[in-house]
C-alpha cells in the first residue's frame, strides 16, 4: 500500500468513525439547521418585512391638525394606529397632546413623546423615528410656504407639497440582483460556526480518546510512520469539516434558496478554513487529555471566534476597535471571503488574501499541532 | 448522614482538585456576556452604532450638491457618518468591494434643476453585504430630501430669479434687480426661523415606566440582562458534568468497591445531589460576584438572588440526577445531555432575547428552566419577589426529584 493510500485509508476510517456516531447527524446538521431556521427568521422578520414597522399614534389633539400630521406620517411599509388613550402593549408610540393645534396656531413650538418599547425591532423603530422626522420637515415646509396668513384656515386652503428631490437605491452594478434574504446571511455564519464547534469537539476528543486508549501506539505496528498518521488524522478532521460544510450548504440551497455566488470559490474558502481547524482540533486533541475540557475550551474558542468573526451578528454593527480585534478570528477570513463571494459575485482576486491569510494560519497551525502529536500519554 | 456529609466533601475537594474544567465554563458566560456588552452597549446617548462609511460622489459642484455635502460635515452627522467625498468610478469600484455602506451619487444639472424645480434623482447605492446601516444612509437621503423639496418650494420665486441670471456674464447681471428678490428672501427667511428655531415640532424619546415601554437601557443594564441567561446556560453544563459522577461510578466499578462499606445507597445518592446542588450555586456565586465586579452587573437584593439561584441550582441537580438515572452509559449522557441543554438554551432565552422570537417559540421556552430563571432573575433585578419562578423550579423541581431518587436506587442496586 503506498504511503498516500495508507494516509487517505486512516483518514477515511475515522472519518467513516465519526460520522457513524448516532448523535453526529444531530450535532452536524439537525442543530445548525435549527440555529439557521432561527435566525434566519428573525433576520428576516427584521430586515425584510416593512409592515412590521408599527407605529400607535395617540392623538389628544382637540383641533384639525392631529389628524393633518397622521396623514403626513402614513407611508407604504408602515403600519399607523390611532387611538385616543395609551394602550398597555405597544412597540413604538406618539403622542400627539390636546393643546397640539393650539400651539401650532399660535406658532409655538413643542416637543412630541416618542416612545419605544427596547426589546422591539430596531430596524423598524428607526424606520418610523425617520419617517416622523420626515413628516415633521414636510410639515414645517408647508407652514413656510402658507406664510404669514392665519394658520387657523390653512387646512382649508393649504399649498400642495411636492417631492421635486426623490431618492432612488440599488445594489452595486455586477452584484445582487434581488436583496438578500435573511438566510443568505445566516447559513454561512451558522455553517463556519458549527464547522468551528465539531471538528475542534470531534476531532480533540478523538485524538485524545486514540491516544489514551492505545490506538494511535497500535497504529505504529502497521507500515504507518508518526508523521503519517498525523497526517491521516489531519485529513479526517478535515474531511469532516468539508462534509458538514457540503451537507449545510446543500440543505441551504435546497430549502432556503441559498446563493452562495461561485461555488467552487465558495467550497475553496472552506476547504482552507477547514484545515486550519483541523490543525487545531489535533492540537488540543494532543495537549490535552479530558474530554470536558476540551469541549469547554472548544465551545469557549468556537463561540468567541464566531462572535468576532461576523457569524452571530453582521459586523458592521460593531465598533471599529473590535473590528481591528476580529482579525485575530479565523471565522473573520472565512466571512469576508463568503460575503464576497455571496453578495458582491467575486472571483478568485478578490478572496485572494482571505485565502491566503487562512492558509498560512492552516500551515501555522498544522506545524504546531505536529510538533504536539503524541502517540502515548 | 454523616457519611453522606463525608462523600459530598471528598466530591468537592475531588472537583476542586482539578478545576479547568469548571473554570472554562464559568469563563464562557463571563467572556460571551464581555463580548456582547462590549459590542450592544450604547456608548453614548443617541448613539449606538459606529459611524456609517458613506462615500459621496458629487456629479454636479454646484451651489445646491455643496451644501448637500456640508450637511455631512455637521458635528451631529460627523458622529452618524463618516463621510469621504470621492469620484464615481473610484467610488463605485470601492462599493463592488464593500468598502462603504453607501454610496451616494448627486447627479449633474442638480443644482440647475433645483433651480428651475424640476424633479431631480438622488442615487444611493447601497451594500448588499450589510443589513442595516445602508438602509439608515438612505432613510437620511429621503428625509434630507424632503427638506430640499420645501426649501425649493418655499424660495420658488427668489430661485426663479438667480435661475435667471445664471447664464448671464457677470457684467451684464442687473445687480440692482436682484435687492428685491433678496429682501422677499430675507422675509422668508425671518418667516422660516418662527419655525426652525426653535423647531415647532421635534420629538422628545421619553424614559418611561408606561406599561409596555422600558426606559433606555445602560451598559449595565445590557450586561445585567445578557448573565443570567448565559450562567443558567453554563449552570446546566457545569452540573451535568458534576453529577456524571452517578453513571462513571457504576461504569468503573466504584459502586460496587463502595457497597461492601456500611453506605446506604440512599445516602450515596443524597450526597451526589447535594454536591450537584452546592457546586451548582456556588459556579452562580462566581458567576454573579465576576459579573458584578467586572461589568457593575446588577443582581438586586442578595437575599432573593440567593434564594434564586438555590432554587435553579435544585432543579438542575435533580433533572441531571433523573437524567443519569435513565441513560444506559455515559456515552449516551455524553450524546443526549448536550442537546436538551442547547434546546433549553435557545427556547428558553438564553441565546435569543426572548422577546424577538417568534410566538411559538417562546410558547416552548415556557417549559425550559431557562426560561424561568431569566425571568426571575429580571425581577429580583428590579426587587421584586419572584414567586411564580420559585413555584414553577421548586415544584418541577421536587417532581423530577421524586421521579429521580427510586430510579436512581434501583440502578444503585442493580
Known amino acids: 500500500m503506498g504511503r498516500?493510500?495508507?494516509?487517505?485509508?486512516?483518514?477515511?476510517?475515522?472519518?467513516?468513525?465519526?460520522?457513524?456516531?448516532?448523535?453526529?447527524?444531530?450535532?452536524?446538521?439537525?442543530?445548525?439547521?435549527?440555529?439557521?431556521?432561527?435566525?434566519?427568521?428573525?433576520?428576516?422578520?427584521?430586515?425584510?418585512?416593512?409592515?412590521?414597522?408599527?407605529?400607535?399614534?395617540?392623538?389628544?389633539?382637540?383641533?384639525?391638525?392631529?389628524?393633518?400630521?397622521?396623514?403626513?406620517?402614513?407611508?407604504?411599509?408602515?403600519?399607523?394606529?390611532?387611538?385616543?388613550?395609551?394602550?398597555?402593549?405597544?412597540?413604538?408610540?406618539?403622542?400627539?397632546?390636546?393643546?397640539?393645534?393650539?400651539?401650532?396656531?399660535?406658532?409655538?413650538?413643542?416637543?412630541?413623546?416618542?416612545?419605544?418599547?427596547?426589546?422591539?425591532?430596531?430596524?423598524?423603530?428607526?424606520?418610523?423615528?425617520?419617517?416622523?422626522?420626515?413628516?415633521?420637515?414636510?410639515?414645517?415646509?408647508?407652514?413656510?410656504?402658507?406664510?404669514?396668513?392665519?394658520?387657523?384656515?390653512?387646512?382649508?386652503?393649504?399649498?400642495?407639497?411636492?417631492?421635486?428631490?426623490?431618492?432612488?437605491?440599488?445594489?452595486?452594478?455586477?452584484?445582487?440582483t434581488v436583496v438578500p434574504s435573511g438566510f443568505d446571511h445566516t447559513i454561512p455564519g451558522t455553517t463556519i460556526q458549527f464547522i468551528m464547534m465539531m471538528v475542534l469537539i470531534y476531532g480533540g476528543i478523538s485524538v485524545m480518546e486514540?491516544?489514551?486508549?492505545?490506538?494511535?501506539?497500535?497504529?505504529?505496528?502497521?507500515?504507518?510512520?508518526?508523521?503519517?498518521?498525523?497526517?491521516?488524522?489531519?485529513?479526517?478532521?478535515?474531511?469532516?469539516?468539508?462534509?458538514?460544510?457540503?451537507?449545510?450548504?446543500?440543505?441551504?440551497?435546497?430549502?432556503?434558496?441559498?446563493?452562495?455566488?461561485?461555488?467552487?470559490?465558495?467550497?475553496?474558502?472552506?476547504?482552507?478554513?477547514?484545515?486550519?481547524?483541523?490543525?487545531?482540533?489535533?492540537?488540543?486533541?494532543?495537549?490535552?487529555?479530558?474530554?470536558?475540557?476540551?469541549?469547554?475550551?472548544?465551545?469557549?474558542?468556537?463561540?468567541?471566534?464566531?462572535?468576532?468573526?461576523?457569524?452571530?451578528?453582521?459586523?458592521?454593527?460593531?465598533?471599529?476597535?473590535?473590528?481591528?480585534?476580529?482579525r485575530i478570528s479565523p471565522a473573520y477570513w472565512a466571512m469576508d471571503a463568503l460575503h464576497q463571494l455571496t453578495f458582491f459575485q467575486g472571483g478568485f482576486a478578490d478572496i485572494v488574501v482571505q485565502v491566503g491569510v487562512l492558509a498560512a494560519l492552516a500551515a501555522a497551525l498544522a506545524a504546531v499541532a505536529g510538533r504536539a502529536f503524541r502517540v502515548r500519554e | 448522614m454523616r457519611r453522606a456529609a463525608l462523600i459530598l466533601l471528598n466530591d468537592v475537594r475531588r472537583h476542586l482538585k482539578a478545576p479547568a474544567v469548571i473554570l472554562i465554563f464559568i469563563a464562557i458566560p463571563l467572556a460571551m456576556t464581555a463580548l456582547i456588552g462590549i459590542i450592544f452597549a450604547p456608548k453614548t446617548e443617541g448613539s449606538k452604532l459606529p459611524p456609517i462609511p458613506v462615500l459621496i460622489v458629487d456629479n454636479d459642484k454646484g451651489l445646491a450638491s455643496k451644501l448637500l455635502v456640508s450637511s455631512f460635515d455637521v458635528d451631529q452627522m460627523k458622529e452618524m457618518f463618516q463621510a469621504t467625498v470621492t469620484e464615481e468610478a473610484d467610488g463605485r469600484a470601492r462599493m463592488s468591494k464593500g468598502k462603504a455602506s453607501a454610496m451616494v451619487v448627486i447627479p449633474k444639472g442638480f443644482t440647475l434643476d433645483l433651480l428651475e424645480a424640476k424633479p431631480v434623482t438622488l442615487l444611493v447605492v447601497k451594500n448588499p453585504a450589510e443589513q442595516f446601516l445602508p438602509d439608515i444612509v438612505e432613510e437620511f437621503m429621503a428625509t434630507m430630501a424632503v427638506m430640499l423639496s420645501g426649501v425649493v418650494q418655499a424660495f420658488a420665486e427668489e430661485v426663479r430669479g438667480v435661475r435667471a441670471m445664471i447664464d448671464l456674464p457677470v457684467g451684464a447681471m442687473p445687480w440692482e434687480s436682484l435687492a428685491p428678490e433678496l429682501g422677499k428672501a430675507q422675509k422668508k427667511i425671518a418667516a422660516a426661523s418662527k419655525y426652525l428655531d426653535p423647531l415647532l415640532l421635534r420629538l422628545k424619546e421619553e424614559e418611561t415606566q408606561a406599561a409596555g415601554a422600558r426606559p433606555r437601557i445602560t451598559a449595565s443594564h445590557l450586561f445585567s440582562e445578557i448573565l443570567p441567561g448565559m450562567a443558567v446556560m453554563f449552570l446546566l453544563f457545569i452540573v451535568q458534568t458534576l453529577m456524571r459522577d452517578l453513571l462513571t461510578d457504576r461504569e468503573d466499578g466504584k459502586l460496587r468497591r463502595m457497597a461492601t462499606t456500611p453506605l446506604r445507597?440512599?445516602?450515596?445518592?443524597?450526597?451526589?445531589?447535594?454536591?450537584?446542588?452546592?457546586?451548582?450555586?456556588?459556579?452562580?456565586?462566581?458567576?454573579?460576584?465576576?459579573?458584578?465586579?467586572?461589568?457593575?452587573?446588577?443582581?438586586?437584593?442578595?437575599?432573593?438572588?440567593?434564594?434564586?439561584?438555590?432554587?435553579?441550582?435544585?432543579?438542575?441537580?435533580?433533572?441531571?440526577?433523573?437524567?443519569?438515572?435513565?441513560?444506559?452509559?455515559?456515552?449516551?449522557?455524553?450524546?443526549?445531555?448536550?442537546?436538551?441543554?442547547?434546546?433549553?438554551?435557545?427556547?428558553?432565552?438564553?441565546?435569543?432575547?426572548?422577546?424577538?422570537?417568534?410566538?411559538?417559540?417562546?410558547?416552548?421556552?415556557?417549559?425550559?428552566?431557562?426560561?424561568?430563571?431569566?425571568?426571575?432573575?429580571?425581577?429580583?433585578?428590579?426587587?421584586?419577589?419572584?414567586?411564580?419562578?420559585?413555584?414553577?423550579?421548586?415544584?418541577?423541581?421536587?417532581?423530577?426529584?421524586?421521579?429521580?431518587?427510586?430510579?436512581?436506587?434501583?440502578?444503585?442496586?442493580?
Open chain 1, 4 to 176: 498516500i493510500r495508507r494516509i487517505l485509508h486512516v483518514a477515511a476510517n475515522d472519518l467513516r468513525i465519526m460520522v457513524g456516531d448516532k448523535i453526529f447527524f444531530f450535532w452536524t446538521l439537525a442543530f445548525p439547521i435549527l440555529f439557521i431556521v432561527i435566525f434566519g427568521l428573525l433576520f428576516k422578520a427584521d430586515a425584510n418585512t416593512p409592515d412590521v414597522a408599527e407605529i400607535t399614534v395617540v392623538n389628544l389633539d382637540e383641533g384639525r391638525w392631529g389628524a393633518y400630521f397622521i396623514g403626513q406620517i402614513e407611508a407604504p411599509g408602515l403600519a399607523v394606529t390611532v387611538t385616543d388613550k395609551e394602550p398597555a402593549e405597544y412597540n413604538r408610540l406618539i403622542v400627539l397632546p390636546a393643546d397640539f393645534s393650539a400651539r401650532i396656531e399660535a406658532r409655538r413650538d413643542q416637543a412630541l413623546a416618542f416612545k419605544k418599547r427596547s426589546g422591539a425591532s430596531a430596524s423598524a423603530a428607526a424606520r418610523v423615528e425617520t419617517r416622523l422626522m420626515q413628516a415633521i420637515a414636510r410639515t414645517i415646509s408647508e407652514l413656510v410656504l402658507y406664510g404669514e396668513g392665519d394658520l387657523a384656515k390653512f387646512l382649508d386652503a393649504r399649498p400642495g407639497f411636492r417631492d421635486i428631490v426623490r431618492v432612488k437605491s440599488e445594489f452595486p452594478a455586477n452584484t445582487v
Open chain 2, 265 to 414: 445507597p440512599l445516602e450515596l445518592i443524597g450526597a451526589r445531589l447535594a454536591g450537584g446542588w452546592f457546586m451548582g450555586l456556588a459556579v452562580l456565586l462566581v458567576m454573579a460576584g465576576v459579573g458584578a465586579l467586572a461589568f457593575r452587573v446588577r443582581v438586586g437584593p442578595l437575599g432573593l438572588y440567593l434564594l434564586l439561584a438555590a432554587v435553579i441550582s435544585f432543579w438542575t441537580a435533580a433533572f441531571f440526577a433523573l437524567f443519569h438515572a435513565l441513560v444506559r452509559n455515559r456515552n449516551q449522557a455524553g450524546a443526549l445531555g448536550a442537546p436538551i441543554i442547547l434546546a433549553f438554551s435557545i427556547f428558553g432565552g438564553s441565546m435569543i432575547n426572548v422577546e424577538a422570537m417568534p410566538k411559538a417559540f417562546r410558547a416552548i421556552g415556557i417549559v425550559t428552566p431557562n426560561r424561568w430563571y431569566i425571568d426571575g432573575a429580571a425581577l429580583v433585578r428590579e426587587g421584586r419577589f419572584p414567586a411564580a419562578s420559585l413555584v414553577v423550579l421548586l415544584v418541577s423541581g421536587l417532581v423530577l426529584l421524586a421521579l429521580a431518587v427510586p430510579a436512581l436506587r434501583r440502578r444503585t442496586t442493580e
Open chain 1, 210 to 326: 486514540d491516544r489514551k486508549k492505545g490506538v494511535l501506539a497500535r497504529m505504529l505496528f502497521s507500515p504507518l510512520s508518526t508523521g503519517e498518521l498525523f497526517r491521516a488524522k489531519l485529513l479526517g478532521r478535515w474531511g469532516l469539516g468539508l462534509l458538514q460544510a457540503i451537507m449545510l450548504f446543500v440543505v441551504g440551497k435546497i430549502f432556503f434558496g441559498l446563493k452562495l455566488g461561485n461555488v467552487p470559490l465558495a467550497l475553496l474558502v472552506i476547504a482552507v478554513f477547514a484545515l486550519a481547524m483541523a490543525a487545531l482540533s489535533v492540537f488540543i486533541g494532543s495537549i490535552v487529555t479530558k474530554e470536558d475540557l476540551i469541549i469547554g475550551l472548544s465551545v469557549l474558542l468556537a463561540n468567541i471566534f464566531a462572535a468576532l468573526g461576523g457569524c452571530w451578528w453582521p459586523n458592521e454593527i460593531v465598533p471599529p476597535a473590535v473590528r481591528a480585534v476580529a
